[in-house]
């Protein structure tokens, strides 16, 4: 009897935006890894490869497609109480220890899962979204390595006033920053460390690439917020959740800041979650400290945590519960109040 034999993933490959030419090797330009590819290599992320002189993407394709409201992104101060069509390819550039989303972002390597990515016709795509009255959200793994479906979402939803928005690492290359800015309309960014040593440990990749895509992605004006989990050691203490709030007010002091309950998932699955509802209320006050104007906390504070304040005359302007908006006091983005005219996209 002939040896069983194991089914390949079923891999679509398809042409690669964002990559050079050194010497022998095709260079990945997608994120600062920039891996130096062999022919029928694949990247780190493994689901970019080298065909002869040309690059290829596994990432047009999705193995999630749900709606969702934009506050679980989260994002808050982006068209509150609007719908998401939320997609996600496997694949991630990064290996954090904890993710919760492992299944699908460590495919191609140890604890991923097989490929469960479909084929993605982004014509499709739009006119669901267009049905529900969505934008379209990439989420879950990380979506600047599926460059390739959002340029090909955005050039047909942009006409239709369907938006695209990202849930990323922040790990971009400046050239993929300067191709996706003028794109994608809105992202929330994980900062999940203080110093580059720490975040290399959890992620395998630096963190000045990071605090530098979100810089630069302001500067030319993409609506951005930013996610930090308390993680034990590498974002969690005063002095490290100083050094992260201080760096984003210098950036620009009025991008959201979401402050997470550290989930011990993955590989650190069994560890202790020491964050209370108390460590999370001392943080949202340093990053206020620091100058941030908005901090927000989703669930240990109730309402509390979740709801916005003038920066104005501290007046509730906009109240939401867990996963959604309530009520939004603002007239053309302004307190009723005092007119201060709060930051963010809020029709």
């Known amino acids: 009897m002939a040896d069983a034999v194991t089914a ?21 330009d997608v994120c600062p890894h920039r891996c130096q590819l062999g022919d029928g290599q694949t990247g780190y992320c493994q689901v970019r490869r080298r065909n002869g002189a040309a690059l290829e993407t596994a990432t047009f394709a ?14 808050y101060h982006w068209r509150p109480g609007s ?21 699908l972002s460590q495919f191609g390597r140890s604890g991923g899962e097989e490929w469960t990515g479909q084929p993605a016709d ?12 969505c934008a379209i959200g990439f ?10 479906l959002t340029l090909a979402l955005a050039g047909l939803g942009g006409p239709r006033g369907i938006p695209v928005l990202w849930k990323s690492n922040g790990f971009m290359t400046p050239e993929a920053v300067a191709m996706v800015a003028p794109v994608v309309r809105a992202m929330n960014i994980d900062v999940k460390a203080s110093d580059d040593r720490a975040h290399r440990k959890l992620t395998g990749g630096a963190l000045t690439p990071v605090f530098e895509t979100i810089a630069a992605l302001r500067a030319q004006g993409v609506w951005i917020e930013i996610s930090t989990p308390l993680i034990p050691g590498t974002s969690d203490s005063p002095e490290q959740l100083a050094t992260i709030a201080h760096t984003l007010a210098d950036i620009d002091a009025a991008m959201p800041w979401h402050l997470l309950r550290f989930t011990p998932t993955f590989q650190m699955a069994g560890r202790s979650n020491p964050s209370l509802p108390a460590d999370l209320a001392q943080a949202r006050e340093i990053g206020l400290r620091a100058g941030l104007k908005f901090v927000y906390i989703e669930r240990a504070l109730g ?12 007046q509730t302007v906009v109240e939401r519960g ?21 930051e963010g996209v809020w029709e």
């Not at 982004?122 to 009255?133: F, K, Y």
């Not at 996963?323 to 005092?338: A, F, M, Y």
């Open 8 to 28: 390949e993933p079923a891999l679509a490959w398809t042409p690669g935006l964002l990559h050079s030419a050194r010497e022998d090797r095709v260079v990945c």
């Open 62 to 75: 999705t193995a999630v497609q749900h709606i969702d409201a934009v506050e679980r992104k989260p994002l």
């Open 322 to 342: 867990i996963w959604s908006t309530e009520t939004v006091h603002l007239s053309g983005g302004r307190c009723p109040h005092c007119e201060y005219r709060l």
């Open 139 to 148: 989420s879950y793994t990380e979506p600047s390595l599926a460059i390739e």
């Open 303 to 314: 309402a509390d945590g979740r709801d916005t304040r003038c920066p104005g005359c501290r």
């Open 122 to 133: 982004p014509a499709s795509i739009i006119e669901l979204a267009a049905e529900n009255g």
């Open 83 to 103: 719908r998401l069509l939320t997609l996600a390819a496997p694949g991630c550039s990064l290996r954090c220890g904890y993710c919760i989303n492992y299944r």
